[in-house]
Structure formats: C-alpha cells, structure tokens
C-alpha cells in the first residue's frame, strides 16, 4: 500500500507524518544530515568499559569526538569514534529513507531534494573510502564501514529510499544518476564478492551474513530493474531458497538458536521479498526444503514471546536496545500485513482468530520500548504498516511451544499465570552460550528470572560473564562453565492438565549426566534437577531473579557473609579463567533449622500498584548450601547487580527441588528412594485442595502416582 493511501484509510498515518516532517525540519535547521567523510567502524566497541553499558547517541549532534554513558563517564579513543561514525551513517541513511516517505506523503519537492541529496552524497563518497584498513582479521571488510555485514545493512536502507523515490517519479539530473549507477556498481562488485567468500571458499553459506549480502544484491537489481540476476540470486547456491533451506531449522528457528539473529536474518528475508515483488515474484509464502517458511519463521517469535509480547534474548542478543526495537517493529508491521490472518496448516500455536491479536501485541511491546505509549510513532509504522489494529495490551492465549530441531520448549497451560522457557538445543556457535539446561521462569505481570542478555561484544563481560554457564540458570561443576554441547529432550507431553518435560545433557562435564524434570500444572511448576557425576565434585545450581526474594519462611535462618567473598573462593577450586565465577559476590547463607524440611522465598512480579507474588518452596537436602549471591546486572546495564540464589553440593550426585507457586506456597513432602513400597524417591506437593505425588522414575522421567483435588 503507498503511504498516499494509508493518509486516507488510517486514523494515525496523517499525524504520524507530520511528526515525522517536522523531525526532518528540525534536524536540517541543525545542520545535523551532512554525511561524514570517515568511515564507520564496528558499532559493538560503542560500549563503556566501566559501566559496561552502551554509550549515548544523539543523531542531532553534528560531530563527536568524545562519548558519554548513561552513569556521566566520558570516553574517548578512534575505536569509539568508528563505532559512533556507524550509528551516525546508519541514522542517516535512515533519514533519507524518512525523506523520501515524507515525500511520499506531502508530495512536497524539499524532502525528495533532501533524500536525494543524501543518496547521492554518499554515492560519491562511496568510492574515496578505503576497503577498510582497521578491521578486525576474521572480517570480510567493507569500505563504509568495518564490516561488510554492516555496510550491506546499511546500503539497503539507502538502496529502498532510492526505489521510492523512483515508485514516485522523482527524476536524477544525469550527474547524480552517474553517482547512483557507480555506487550500484561497486556495491554489486563488492557483495558479490564477499558471496562468493563465504559461500564458495569458506563453505560458510548458512551464516547470517549471507542473507544480508543477498538482500543488498536484491536492493541493487531491484533499483536498476534487473529481473533476471534477482531470479539467479534467489534460486542460486546461497541463495534465498537455499539459505532459507540451511540457514533455518526446520521447525523454522534460525539455526544459531539467538532470537536475535532470527529476526536479523528474517528482516533480510523480508528486504529480498519486498524487491522480488516489484518484479510480480512472491517469495512471502515460498518455503525451504524442509518446510521452512517466513511465516512459520514470525510464528515462533509469537510462540517465545512473553504475556507482555516481550521476546526473550535467547543466546547472543540485547534484552532491549532502540535500534534492535525498530527491527521488531519493521518485521511485525510487515508480518501483520501478510500473515496475521493465516494460520500455518499444522500449526497449533496461533488460530487465525488470535494471529491479529499476537502481532498487534509484539507491536504493541516494542513501540512501548521505543516511545513509552503502545501506538503507531515511528517510520517503520509508515512505511510498513497498514489498517487501523488496535497495538494490544497483551498476548492471546497460546499453547505451549516445542522446537524440537532448535531445541527449546515453552510451557503454558491455562489457569496458571506462570510459564518457563527451557533450552536444550545446539551450542549456537559463536553466538551460542554454555547454557544448556537454562530455565527461564515468566508471570504473566512480567519475567521472573529470565536469560539475561548480551552486552555489545566489545565488552569485556561478553565472554567473562554473559556466555557463561554461571549467568545462566541452570547447573555448573568443579567451578567451570559448560563444555559447548547439545542436549535432548528425552520427554515432551502437553495436555489440557499438565506439560513435562524432561531435558538431558551428557556433554557438559566429562563424567557427568543432567537431567532436568518439569511439570507444570494450573497450580504449580515442579522443577527437579539430577546431578549424576563419576567422581566427586562441586555441583551449583543458579537462580538469576530480576527481582530479590522480600522475604523468607520455613525455618531457614540467614547470617550474613563477608560481601567480598566470590563464588570461586566458596567453591575451593575453578577453572583458570574463572568461568564468571570472580564476578558473583556471596550476600548470605541460609542454615537450615532441623525442624523445617523447605526453605520458601517470594519474589514480587508486576508494578507498585498491581504486585503479584511468586513462591519458590525449595525441598531440604542434607549438607547442601543455600547462599545468596550477588553478581552483574541485565545486559541492559550490568552495572546495577541482581541478587540471586545459588545451591551448592558435594559429591557424586546432585539434586534441586523447587516448587513456584503464586499466591501461596507449596508444602512438600519427600521420601526417599527404598522408603515404603517405593524404589525411588518421591515428592508430595500441596497447594490449597490440590496434591499430586510425584516418582522419579530411571525410564520414564518424573511420572505422577496420584492426584487429589486436580
């Protein structure tokens, strides 16, 4: 739909557009929309060494030289610089794409002028920057910027404001069209080298950069209304079919496993199909050879969304940062428009009565990110958005999710406002963590305890604490991270009653086994984590809540710890780079009184004024260690801590019990193994009228023996 169209059949086009006018007048009035004539470097270094958080960027400021963090540090050095020389190419290429929307829009010449001149400035600069001589070795390098991967990014942000402008008859004077046509010469050139790179000598084709050379080699043909190199582009080795077909599992997640970078590599999937369809070519409802399809690609993004529609940052990837929002935003305005109404044929997940809903609701989300109010406010809403949809408050009701190729499993079931996102898949490669086994635990008011993130990778805490095992909630040994392996999920059964779940790891440790039993029911999640080791050693569980427990019952006791210990001096041995394990601060030990056989702490979930709570019983086990720990905040800023839980045992076999509950806590009942008529131990949970007892069978995993009040 032209953005002429959507003026007169939405309600929030016309002011959206004077909105986005006037941001351009303000900006030209400042003279902030010249291009610089150095290139960019590698944004990931735009990142505070102290605070670890990104640094400010105003794309109002003209030329900077030093670089401000939200905590009032100043940083300067070239690496900062390159990196705020990227956000400031990319916020004006941006620009230019706005330019010519508002031009679009009012038809009024100074904002076709404006996105020419962009265009065509950069144009004629392409060609004095240098194939980048400071780029990092394992780096295909571009001219503009570090990276190819960035530079292909940002030509097609430039590369689709050129196409508009020509969908709206603003003409070239033959001087800036020769700018154009050897600025579209060198990028082929370039791109179709760095292809052949990749594809052909690497033998790297799935990798996420290739998606992106081919949607910048899209751009090209497209704009030059080349049909049939787009034709070979997209059927070719590497190629759009062929990627969609390597480069994504067939239960359609991206095959690195970084929710991330599947919302990267499907926004380059949507560029290709957007230039395809200016030639009647329909790759929107094209599949894989496995059945991978775009479609099925946004369905799992409403599948791991949370009640909110916030995504969760699965392996590499932010929690929340405003580039990374108007990519979601750009995706779903686009997913909304092809695939709301449409169910996959063997989905189960999102009927078409709910599809609108889902969508509205991740929008809704990421707009709140962006601006604070769940509405149509930025460019991406123009120029992809269409219909009046109200941005909903919340998610539908969806059934749980299991991507048994990517290796992850969401569990929901109706009645109970709590879900856990569990991860036993692939290591993810360089994007993956040593995290297998990881819970994440949601309410619907908001996350619980969830994956914490990835700060920019110029950060030091990108490989000392947000990769490893010890930031991540699940069990490490002997003070080491994992090893990078795959588990399996050994059992997935959902029901209108219940989901279980069993997940095994047999490649973290050598000589270790881990298995992780979930059941989740209308009432409580049981959580039941074995620990099976060929020698002696220490064994700890993680709990990382992002709020700390308010308070404490069941006769546990806590005495206060020196806040200078570490994790690493507890444990009495580590790995020699510390695993994460220097960063985690003891707070507390809990000692248990012998009269109680649980400890029960509560979390607050949701605002001030709509505070629900979250009870987590954990079972007493003999000689174990409860301490409360403190260690580095969210991705979002590592600097503000959260306090967490972290279990502790010694010997060959390790096992952690919790039950969550809202409202009230559970009460358990344990009985060891060769107790009675059982030959393996059992557990009895209660809640209100409710009881079910529970086995840990060797074969069958957690099985339930009874049910009373269910």
């Not at 508009?164 to 080298?193: K, N, P």
């Not at 110029?458 to 090893?483: D, I, P, Y």
């Not at 390790?654 to 030959?679: D, H, K, M, S």
């Amino acid at each position: 739909m032209r953005i002429s169209e959507k003026l007169t059949t939405t309600a929030w086009a016309p002011g959206l557009l004077l909105q986005l006018k006037a941001e351009l007048d303000e900006l030209s009035a400042r003279g902030s929309l010249n291009i610089p004539e150095e290139p960019g470097g590698w944004w990931h270094q735009y990142v505070c060494p102290h605070h670890h958080t990104e640094l400010l960027f105003d794309p109002a400021e003209r030329d900077a030289h030093a670089f401000g963090c939200p905590h009032g540090c100043r940083i300067e050095g070239d690496a900062y610089r390159g990196a705020w020389l990227v956000f400031k190419h990319q916020a004006i290429a941006r620009y230019a794409l706005q330019a010519a929307a508002v031009f679009a829009g009012t038809k009024e010449p100074a904002y076709a002028d404006l996105a020419k001149r962009i265009l065509v400035s950069y144009a004629a600069q392409f060609p004095l920057y240098p194939v980048h001589p400071d780029a990092q070795p394992w780096m295909l390098k571009g001219r503009a910027f570090h990276q190819a991967l960035t530079e292909a990014i940002w030509a097609t942000t430039l590369l689709r404001a050129y196409v508009l402008l020509q969908d709206e008859g603003v003409a070239f004077t033959s001087e800036e069209q020769r700018h154009m046509d050897t600025f579209l010469a060198m990028l082929e050139s370039s791109m179709t080298q760095y292809r052949y790179i990749l594809i052909h000598e690497k033998k790297n084709a799935e990798n996420n950069y290739t998606a992106w050379l081919n949607a910048a080699l899209s751009c090209v043909y497209a704009a030059r209304g080349e049909v049939e190199p787009l034709k070979a582009l997209i059927e070719g080795e590497g190629g759009w079919r062929h990627h969609l077909s390597i480069g994504v599992k067939p239960d359609h997640f991206e095959f690195e496993g970084a929710t991330y970078y599947h919302i990267f590599v499907l926004r380059a999937y949507l560029i290709s199909a957007e230039m395809a369809e200016r030639f009647g070519i329909d790759l929107y409802h094209e599949e894989g050879q496995q059945g991978q399809s775009m479609q099925g690609m946004f369905e799992v993004l409403i599948g791991l969304a949370d009640t909110q529609g916030l995504l969760p940052a699965l392996h590499d990837g932010p929690m929340a940062r405003l580039p990374f929002a108007r990519e979601i935003a750009e995706i779903m305005e686009i997913g909304l428009s092809y695939y709301a109404n449409v169910a996959l044929p063997a989905s189960t997940l999102v009927e078409p009565d709910t599809g609108v809903s889902a969508y509205a609701a991740l929008l809704g989300e990421v707009y709140r990110q962006m601006t604070g109010e769940r509405r149509r406010s930025t460019l991406e809403a123009l120029m992809y958005g269409e219909g009046d949809v109200e941005l909903a408050q919340s998610m539908p009701n969806r059934s749980s999710l299991f991507l048994e190729h990517s290796g992850f499993v969401a569990g929901r079931i109706a009645g109970n406002k709590l879900s856990f996102l569990a991860d036993f898949g692939e290591h993810g490669g360089s994007h993956g963590h040593y995290d297998k086994l990881h819970l994440s635990l949601h309410h619907t008011a908001g996350a619980l305890s969830p994956d914490l993130g990835m700060v920019p990778y110029g950060s030091a805490l990108r490989k000392a604490w947000f990769a490893e095992t010890a930031s991540h909630n699940t069990v490490s040994v002997g003070g080491a991270s994992q090893a990078p392996h795959q588990g399996s999920c050994k059992r997935y059964e959902a029901t209108p009653e219940s989901v279980s779940v069993w997940l095994h790891s047999e490649g973290a440790y050598e000589g270790c086994l881990m298995d992780r039993h979930l059941h989740l029911t209308p009432d409580w999640l049981v959580d039941w984590f074995e620990v099976s080791l060929t020698r002696e050693n220490t064994m700890d569980w993680w709990m990382h809540a992002l709020q700390a427990p308010e308070g404490v019952e069941g006769g546990w006791l806590p005495t206060q710890l020196n806040s200078s210990e570490t994790a690493v001096s507890a444990a009495g041995e580590a790995a020699p780079d510390a695993a994460g394990y220097d960063l985690v601060r003891l707070q507390g030990s809990y000692h248990q009184d012998a009269a109680s056989d649980r400890i029960v702490l509560r979390y607050a979930v949701g605002t001030e004024a709509e505070a629900s709570y979250v009870y987590q019983t954990i079972a007493a086990i003999p000689d174990a260690k409860l301490l409360s720990i403190e260690t580095p905040g969210t991705s979002i800023d590592p600097s503000r801590p959260l306090s967490g839980l972290l279990q502790r045992q010694q010997g060959k076999h390790g096992r952690f019990i919790q039950v969550y509950t809202v409202g009230e806590p559970a009460e358990l009942e344990w009985i060891p193994a060769g107790t009675g008529n059982g030959a393996s131990p059992r557990l009895i949970v209660r809640s209100g009228s409710k009881e079910i007892g529970y086995e840990l069978h060797p074969e069958q995993g957690l099985t339930v023996l009874r049910r009373i009040g269910a």
